[in-house]
């Protein structure tokens, strides 16, 4: 009976370690996935979408307003 219990365990351990390796593998294959350029700020990416509408002749979006002047942040200087 121990001698059974203990393949079991094995194949369960075996499994597990099966699963975890297809796992991992998925999920770097899913990071590697995305967009591989700068993020662009709303202002630009409704600009960018009011110019492809007009390319497709659709609809136009309305015209994004420009942002305000970015007021600086004590804490700015950690990721400058």
Do not use: S
């Amino acid at each position: 009976m121990t001698d059974a219990t203990d393949r079991t365990t094995d194949n369960m351990t075996a499994r597990t370690a099966a699963l975890a390796i297809a796992m991992a593998a998925a999920l770097a294959t899913v990071a590697g996935c995305g967009r591989k350029a700068p993020l662009d700020t709303p202002y630009q990416a409704a600009v960018d979408a009011r110019k492809e509408a007009e390319r497709n002749k659709e609809p136009l979006p309305p015209e994004p307003e420009k942002p305000v002047a970015d007021k600086r942040f004590i804490l700015d200087g950690l990721i400058d």
